[in-house]
């Protein structure tokens, strides 16, 4: 086996070996030593939101005639390749890393930079031809490029969320319809409260994801703000105003993203309320699929000894001792990742606090959070649509058996009896196990032509459907 070979690069802190093999250089390899914190490396969208930045920045400098025509192709061909996937395995640091997002930022710039010389027939490493800082990330800062793509990033992954909670509500809706005449007990505080239908339950979903699609339209337009131009604190130093405004111009026609330049890149660069916004849309959204979630495994348990009004589908064994039973196991795991999500909006909330003065130092946390946030969200909503809601029946002879064994329905008799006569009622029926309907009948209390009608759950699930009647006298 030959030995492997290497290059020798150099920086401000001196000369350093890079495998001669290696796009990325001696600043990368320097970050990829250093944090060594979750053994990941970025995520590929955001890999290809910086490329699509320095290939709108290389073009925009080459309008403006700030880069020539060779360097500018080479740079452009480069950043192509690593849009379309190639060369994401030499993207060598770890999410997480000090220094605001510069590792991410010098390893893009020498990934192009080298495949760029290769595309010239020059040898990688040959930096007074093509150079990381000088010309690849010429009128750019760290701190511009770094938030951009990761807007660019959260927008792309907030659409796929979108995807999936509209294919949720689709389902959701489905399900409405198909239990909409399924009569069962509601219940507050998990006690017996008054009928309602399942469809209606189901329906109040529905309403509640779609809450959540529309706050994620509003979190686009939160993503969709650039500082790019503002390059170290927003002041533009050292880009040229021509750059400043044909920048952001150009990437959204290289992204096919709506996106914006913001009017105050001082407020841009330094301030991180934007994201706090988005993780706390996120999180609303994790805590209606958990609470959903936890309806379902609620409304599923038993099979014999619970509530068992329906039946999720059986996905896998659920006891390695146990035979025969069958576990909740897809809303467990939505419940698993809304808990996540919340833990991780606690953290973007502190980092987004800890800036000071013109830079947060500490937005690689916030996008590793927010994007595990917001990407574990879409899988779990697929999961819930494609392994849960698609399949779930109701046990529609069960539920209603339930609503006429339930003292509950006895608050449709207020109206009519009173207050305290319908509560001796209740209690009566509680300590003899008698239906409520019998022991009206047995006291007279309303008479038996309306009995029926009174009781009839159907029409305790809609306001309006009975008339108002008198309150009796006591």
């Known amino acids: 086996m030959s030995e492997k070979s290497y290059r020798l690069e150099h920086d401000s802190l001196g000369s350093k070996e890079v495998p001669s093999d290696a796009y990325y250089g001696v600043q990368t390899l320097r970050a990829s030593e250093n944090f060594y914190i979750t053994g990941l490396t970025m995520h590929p969208e955001l890999i290809n939101s910086v490329a699509q930045i320095k290939k709108a920045a290389a073009i925009t400098n080459f309008e403006i005639g700030e880069l020539d025509r060779r360097r500018?192709?080479?740079?452009?061909?480069?950043?192509?390749?690593?849009?379309?996937?190639?060369?994401?395995?030499?993207?060598?640091?770890d999410p997480i890393q000090g220094g605001a997002g510069t590792s991410l930022n010098m390893n893009a710039n020498e990934v192009i930079a080298n495949r760029a010389l290769e595309l010239l027939g020059k040898e990688k490493g040959s930096y007074h031809i093509i150079n990381p800082n000088d010309h690849v990330n010429y009128g750019q800062s760290t701190n511009d490029v770094f938030p951009s793509c990761g807007r660019m990033t959260a927008l792309r992954l907030i659409c796929q969320a979108q995807e999936q909670l509209r294919r949720l509500y689709d389902a959701l809706q489905k399900k409405a319809n198909e239990f909409d005449h399924v009569i069962k007990m509601g219940r507050t505080q998990l006690q017996d409260a008054v009928p309602i239908r399942l469809g209606q339950e189901f329906r109040a979903y529905s309403n509640a994801i779609m809450r959540d699609i529309n706050r994620f339209e509003n979190a686009k337009d939160e993503m969709s703000v650039l500082n790019l131009g503002g390059t170290a604190i927003g002041t533009g130093l050292n880009a040229d105003v021509q750059y400043l405004h044909r920048v952001v111009k150009n990437i959204c026609s290289i992204s096919g993203l709506n996106l914006v330049q913001s009017y105050d890149l001082i407020d841009a660069t330094q301030n991180l309320d934007a994201y706090v916004t988005v993780s706390g849309i996120t999180k609303s959204c994790a805590v209606n699929l958990s609470k959903m979630s936890n309806d379902l495994r609620l409304m599923s348990s038993g099979p014999r000894t619970g509530l068992g009004e329906i039946n999720l589908p059986a996905r896998q064994n659920g006891s390695s001792i146990m035979p025969g039973k069958i576990n909740p196991v897809i809303p467990e795991v939505v419940n698993q990742v809304s808990f996540n999500i919340i833990g991780n909006d606690m953290t973007i909330t502190m980092a987004a606090e800890a800036g000071q003065l013109e830079l947060n130092a500490f937005e690689p946390i916030i996008f590793y959070n927010l994007f595990q946030s917001i990407e574990t969200l879409t899988f779990a909503v697929k999961t819930l649509v494609d392994n849960c809601i698609v399949g779930i029946t109701a046990n529609e002879e069960h539920c209603r058996d339930l609503v006429d064994n339930s003292i509950g329905i006895v608050t449709a008799i207020c109206p009519y009896v009173g207050y305290d006569k319908a509560s001796l009622v209740a209690k009566e029926a509680l300590a003899t196990n008698m239906r409520v309907r019998d022991l009206i009948l047995r006291d007279n209390l309303i008479p038996e032509e309306q009995i029926d009608e009174i009781l009839n759950p159907y029409t305790m699930t809609e306001p309006g459907i009975l008339g108002k009647p008198e309150l009796p006298f006591s």
């Open 72 to 93: 500018t192709d080479a740079i452009v061909k480069a950043c192509d390749e690593i849009i379309s996937g190639k060369l994401h395995e030499q993207f060598i640091v």
